[in-house]
């Protein structure tokens, strides 16, 4: 089974992004934003170079000016061809020209600008060289919220992720776990992503016993055995946009303990799920869901946010985190994904990708959050 494959992007999708791209540089008070290979680029452009290299490629977005991308001349037809091209104008370079000097006839001398995050250092510094009155500001901090409120058509690729995934899980509580090592899981979760749509799969957590206390455990050669809770954790990119989601499994019948601490865990996430409401701030997310776990003498045992934003990477802000008053705005998607975590015994988390509406939220996770018994 293969998930329907969405309408690609068009130009017009392209050049509306940029139009807000550059409307927000403006409103922040930059003199405009400076995009390198990677998520922003692909998001703005649909351009992802097949190779990033010591040549400078970048996006030179100015409010007023036609949108610009500086790229190697020999680069040049493989950007020519990305669904965002007829959108901007192409500056290409040839090697022995000097590519600082063809971006700083775009930009203000003294501009204050914003920097895509993995733009890397040489290109950073040869840019202040050769505008030494500028200055620069990450995209993560100038425009944090850049991508986060996704369009319908973003909508529909996030939720087509999320039925893979579910579908991904509907099967793997099917395989056999007991005598297996945890890395063969993670293969059949790997397979199973693929098998649903997946192009890219970004990690298949499996994390058994004791190993479930580590939130981020890489699967390995423990042998899962009965009597084991079992955090799966597993995602990746369908149709460019991401997956992300996990529930916890027991090998066999539980203890009253296990079942406890399960059954904490899922309120603490339906919790989280009900304080998603527009113009919330997102702290409230976290808040929610670790009240409950605080209340039944767990809070200790939480030791990491409740959830991220999500898109064209896996994680992006906004992240649901106290201290983040980011209000909550119609089309941003995120996580939600408490956990509690006993050093040296087991872990439970259970994570939904929720996406806020007009009224509220909505799940694009829909497998059982319920305690799951499996071989």
Known sequence: MTARTPAPFTADDYRARMERA????????????????????????????TAVTERLTLLVLVPGQDTALIVPALEAPDAAKAAGAPAL????????????????ALLDSGGRFGISDNAWAMHLLGLAHTLPGSSYASLTEALPMLRAVKDAAELERL??????????YEEIRKVSFAGRHESEV???LARLLR????????????????????PHHEAGDRVIERGDMVVLDFGGLLGGYGSDT??????GEPTEEERRVHDIVREAQEAGFRAVRPGGACQEVDRAARAVIT?????????????????????????????????LVPGMCFSVEPGIYLPGRFGVRIED???????????????TREMVIVD
Do not use: C
Not at 89 to 104: F, H, I, S, V
């Open 246 to 251: 996990s529930r916890t499994v027991h090998v």
């Open 353 to 367: 990708i929720v996406t806020v509406t007009e009224d509220g939220g909505r799940r694009l996770n829909e497998t």
């Open 186 to 188: 993670a293969a059949d």
């Open 195 to 214: 098998e649903h749509g997946h192009s890219t799969v970004d990690f298949t957590i499996v994390a058994s016993g004791p190993n479930g206390a580590n």
């Open 295 to 327: 209340d039944a003498g767990y809070g200790e045992y939480f030791i990491h946010r409740t959830g991220h934003g999500i898109g064209v990477t896996t994680h992006e802000p906004p992240y649901m985190i106290e201290g983040e008053e980011q209000p």
């Open 159 to 168: 939720a087509a992720a999320g039925a893979a995934a579910d579908a991904t």
């Open 22 to 49: 550059a409307r927000a540089a403006a409103d922040a008070g930059l003199a405009g934003l400076l995009v390198a290979p990677g998520p922003d680029l692909v998001w703005l452009t649909g351009y992802a170079p």
């Open 89 to 104: 104008t192409l500056r290409d370079w040839t090697d022995g020209k000097d590519p600082y000097a063809a971006t700083a």
